[in-house]
């Protein structure tokens, strides 16, 4: 079994943007031209239909309208010699969307993330320990554990993990160690 997921988003309980979408914005952005965009989206999509240059517009347009603000920009000739381009928005809408996908890529495929939510964690990886130190500022905090070899590890994790595993010095809790990270669990 492998983990799948759909994104999309949505604006006032109506969707924006979801994989089709994103990739007809990618290839605006690569190839100045919505007619060579459709082409190429229509021939690197499987299993999904072709798409017509009015159903791209239409829906170029419907994105647009729901958020407000075009998301592309269209020439017609002139000193571009005609084309269309991404606006700011479009940009950006396609920008957050490929951080969202990729951190969604990442978080799903991510066997460690999968041990530090409970679902299986391996015993060399997992060392038992009391917080005997605790800093926290606005974005990170500084967890220090005592372990029983006796030994100390400190690891370096978000303030909102700390908040959410409601860590307070005292705490008996579990040092997680990855390649390249220290994560903290709690039972």
């Given at each position: 079994m492998a983990p799948k997921f759909r994104l999309w988003f949505e604006h006032n309980g109506k969707p924006i943007l979801g994989k089709g979408g994103?990739?007809?914005?990618?290839?605006?952005?690569?190839?100045g031209s919505i007619q060579e965009a459709i082409k190429k989206v229509s021939?690197?999509?499987?299993?999904?239909?072709?798409?017509?240059?009015?159903?791209?517009?239409?829906?170029?347009?419907?994105?647009?309208?729901?958020?407000?603000h075009p998301v592309v920009i269209k020439h017609r000739g002139g000193l571009k010699k005609g084309g269309t381009e991404l606006s700011e928005v479009g940009k950006e809408l396609?920008?957050?969307?490929?951080?969202?996908?990729?951190?969604?890529?990442?978080?799903?495929?991510?066997?460690d993330l999968w041990?530090?939510?409970?679902?299986?964690?391996?015993?060399?990886?997992?060392?038992?320990?009391?917080?005997?130190?605790?800093?926290?500022?606005?974005v990170i905090a500084k967890v220090k554990i005592e372990v029983t070899l006796p030994a100390t590890i400190?690891?370096?994790?978000?303030?909102?993990?700390?908040?959410?595993?409601?860590?307070?010095?005292?705490?008996?809790?579990?040092?997680v160690i990855k390649s390249t990270e220290v994560m903290i669990a709690t039972d």
């Amino acid at each position: 079994m492998a983990p799948k997921f759909r994104l999309w988003f949505e604006h006032n309980g109506k969707p924006i943007l979801g994989k089709g979408g994103a990739l007809l914005l990618e290839k605006i952005a690569r190839y100045g031209s919505i007619q060579e965009a459709i082409k190429k989206v229509s021939s690197e999509s499987r299993g999904t239909k072709k798409i017509s240059y009015r159903y791209g517009w239409g829906l170029l347009k419907k994105i647009g309208e729901r958020l407000g603000h075009p998301v592309v920009i269209k020439h017609r000739g002139g000193l571009k010699k005609g084309g269309t381009e991404l606006s700011e928005v479009g940009k950006e809408l396609l920008r957050y969307y490929n951080r969202i996908e990729t951190y969604m890529k990442d978080a799903v495929m991510d066997e460690d993330l999968w041990e530090a939510l409970g679902l299986k964690i391996s015993a060399r990886n997992k060392i038992e320990g009391e917080v005997v130190d605790l800093q926290k500022d606005k974005v990170i905090a500084k967890v220090k554990i005592e372990v029983t070899l006796p030994a100390t590890i400190t690891a370096v994790i978000t303030r909102e993990a700390v908040d959410e595993l409601n860590v307070k010095v005292g705490d008996k809790v579990f040092a997680v160690i990855k390649s390249t990270e220290v994560m903290i669990a709690t039972d």
